[in-house]
């Protein structure tokens, strides 16, 4: 299963290569559904595993914001499709009935009826045992193969494509769209925490992005952590950090979903390596920048802190209300240029106003508004 733009681009670059390609539907219990079929049957060589289940091609339409399918019945998609599907089939002399009807009728088929169909060319349980098959045979076209002393490469999907393929789970997302929520309520509910919803909001985006392809939402959640950590920066870290964290989570996120992979040099078709790596740099280079700049900001504050809150109250120290603090309620002040201190306020005091600190209750500083 999956994008038609993307098994259109595969099938093209399968249909115009110079070199035999071989697809196969591999271990026992694999599937190739939908845009799986229409890439095995565009291959030279198409084979099965036994257990293995080919078909249901109809198209669907997926919501990108709620991740609902809706299944295409316009003739004029449906007929298009179909009958793409039946020139790839014709041009591999395969079954362009089947190709039809897995297309309107979404009918599947097993290895043994497939290759009794002329959808595939061999069942075989393993890789070794398709080469043995394929070596000698003549496949329709009159073209003989022979398979000697075969070196066989496994190539896997770089990590990007990897985390990329956890982040389009239906699970993962339903769960981060869940805990994004939970947070959002309870950031919003309780007083001084309300930035920590923050992390909610970005939680429940995350579902949202996740039907862009895999650099575009790469570069949404590179964009989206450097927003986070800037605002917790900038907020004096009054979420505890927790959105700081977040930003910087993202930030990976975005990076590893952004770096170029590439394929054995015996595979490549088409690609652009000098400038895929000018885009990695540049984006090394700016990511490297801002980390060093937010880095400097943490250690500043970080400086500016006592070193035991507990051995050095600011009593008689002038600060800033950093909320709206009524009688005898409890909010943060700013204080020595730059510490968030939480604060009881003996008057009632005015966010941006001058508060004096008069004395310390506990862990709380006790402050007024400054004659």
């Not at 998609?77 to 309107?104: G, K, P, W």
């Not at 990511?287 to 970080?302: L, N, P, Q, R």
């Not at 005091?349 to 400054?370: A, F, I, W």
Request: charged share 15%; aromatic share 10%.
């Amino acid at each position: 299963m999956g994008e038609l733009d993307a098994a259109l681009n595969i099938v093209s670059s399968i249909e115009n290569s110079k070199i035999p390609v071989i697809g196969f539907v591999y271990p026992t219990g694999s599937y190739a559904w939908s845009a799986g079929t229409l890439v095995l049957m565009s291959t030279t060589i198409a084979a099965m595993a036994p257990g293995t289940v080919i078909g249901s091609c109809e198209p669907v339409e997926i919501n990108p914001i709620t991740g609902q399918e809706v299944f295409i019945n316009e003739s004029k998609i449906l007929n298009a499709i179909s009958q793409y599907f039946m020139e790839v089939a014709e041009f591999r002399s395969r079954n362009a009935t089947f190709a039809h009807d897995c297309v309107f009728y979404n009918t599947n088929l097993g290895p043994e009826d497939a290759l009794k169909y002329g959808v595939i060319n061999f069942v075989a349980t393993d890789l070794d045992s398709l080469l043995n098959e394929i070596n000698g045979s003549t496949i329709s076209g009159g073209v003989t193969y022979y398979v000697i002393n075969p070196e066989v490469t496994y190539y896997q999907p770089g990590i990007g494509y990897q985390v990329y393929e956890v982040l389009i789970n239906p699970t993962i997302q339903d769960l981060l769209a869940g805990i994004g929520l939970f947070l959002a309520i309870i950031g919003f509910a309780v007083r001084h925490y309300y930035l920590a919803g923050g992390v909610g909001i970005i939680l429940m985006i995350i579902p949202m992005l996740t039907g862009l392809s895999v650099n575009w939402l790469g570069l949404a959640l590179l964009i989206i952590g450097l927003a986070a950590i800037a605002i917790d920066v900038h907020a004096g870290f009054t979420t505890h950090a927790s959105l700081f964290i977040t930003g910087m989570i993202l930030t990976v996120l975005g990076l590893i979903l952004l770096q170029p992979t590439y394929s054995p040099q015996s595979w490549l078709m088409a690609t652009n390596q000098v400038e895929a790596r000018i885009v990695l740099y540049v984006l090394i280079a700016f990511v490297g920048g801002f980390g060093g700049f937010i880095a400097a900001k943490v250690i500043g504050i970080i400086r500016t802190r006592p070193l035991s809150e507990r051995l050095y109250w600011p009593i008689n120290d002038i600060g800033t209300a950093v909320d709206d603090i009524n009688k005898d309620e409890i909010g943060y002040v700013r204080v020595r240029g730059g510490e968030y201190w939480r604060a009881k306020a003996l008057e009632n005091v005015r966010k941006g106003s001058r508060v004096v600190v008069v004395g310390v209750d506990g862990d709380t500083l006790l402050v007024k508004p400054s004659a």
